[in-house]
């Protein structure tokens, strides 16, 4: 999603704005309920059968969080040659705030991710069309369940404020767990952009 250029003090708002239209209908929540069985009594029915099971309203309870994996939120493009050279930066992108939403079917668990970010210009920007590449993984235990790298394209106007934008995947479908040991992740992803 491409947006005009911002002041830099209003991502929030147009975060905010552009996610509740973006996941409108959706449900969701980001609560982890814990195993603790139902209210049935332990003289009827033994602590470990049903008493331990997770509910089905427990299970559609529980949408997976999203996290910014540590060194993956910010993103730097530079002159050709001039990696690492502050004087020769073309911009700078950053995720600032993720967030995500569930809906449930036959066994499954839909997760409609986003993110927020901004591009600042830098000391060699141009005006254009610049791509950023976003991945999103998700992972069950130390299972990776889903792993996708995006092509954000973002369209940069002006040198002097910094331009926002929101990334959204909409296609995350996994297998619903009793465990609700699943984690989204979210970062910037230099590639390639073939593999997963």
Do not use: W
């Given at each position: 999603?491409?947006?005009?250029?911002?002041?830099?003090?209003?991502?929030?708002?147009?975060?905010?704005?552009?996610?509740?239209?973006?996941?409108?209908?959706?449900?969701?929540?980001?609560?982890?309920?814990?195993?603790?069985?139902?209210?049935?009594?332990?003289?009827?029915?033994?602590?470990?059968?049903?008493?331990?099971?997770?509910?089905?309203?427990?299970?559609?309870?529980?949408?997976?969080?999203?996290?910014?994996?540590?060194?993956?939120?910010?993103?730097s493009t530079y002159e050709k040659g001039g990696d690492k050279d502050p004087a020769r930066v073309i911009y700078q992108a950053a995720l600032t705030d993720t967030t995500r939403?569930?809906?449930?079917?036959?066994?499954?668990?839909?997760?409609?991710?986003?993110?927020?970010?901004?591009?600042?210009?830098?000391?060699?920007?141009?005006?254009?069309?610049?791509?950023?590449?976003?991945?999103?993984?998700?992972?069950?235990?130390?299972?990776?369940?889903?792993?996708?790298?995006?092509?954000?394209?973002?369209?940069?106007?002006?040198?002097?404020?910094?331009?926002?934008?929101?990334?959204?995947?909409?296609?995350?479908?996994?297998?619903?767990?009793?465990?609700?040991?699943?984690?989204?992740?979210?970062?910037?992803?230099?590639?390639?952009?073939?593999?997963?």
């Amino acid at each position: 999603m491409q947006t005009a250029p911002q002041n830099r003090s209003s991502l929030f708002p147009v975060f905010a704005t552009v996610l509740l239209a973006a996941l409108a209908g959706c449900t969701t929540s980001g609560t982890d309920k814990a195993a603790d069985g139902g209210s049935g009594s332990s003289l009827t029915t033994p602590a470990s059968t049903s008493d331990q099971r997770i509910k089905e309203s427990e299970l559609r309870a529980f949408c997976p969080s999203v996290s910014l994996r540590d060194g993956t939120a910010f993103f730097s493009t530079y002159e050709k040659g001039g990696d690492k050279d502050p004087a020769r930066v073309i911009y700078q992108a950053a995720l600032t705030d993720t967030t995500r939403a569930c809906q449930y079917g036959a066994g499954t668990m839909t997760i409609d991710v986003a993110a927020a970010g901004k591009v600042v210009p830098g000391p060699k920007y141009k005006s254009g069309t610049i791509t950023m590449p976003i991945r999103v993984a998700v992972r069950q235990g130390d299972q990776v369940i889903y792993s996708k790298l995006h092509k954000q394209a973002v369209t940069i106007a002006n040198g002097d404020t910094a331009t926002q934008f929101v990334f959204n995947d909409k296609a995350i479908t996994v297998p619903m767990t009793e465990k609700n040991n699943i984690q989204i992740f979210v970062g910037f992803d230099e590639g390639p952009y073939d593999t997963k």
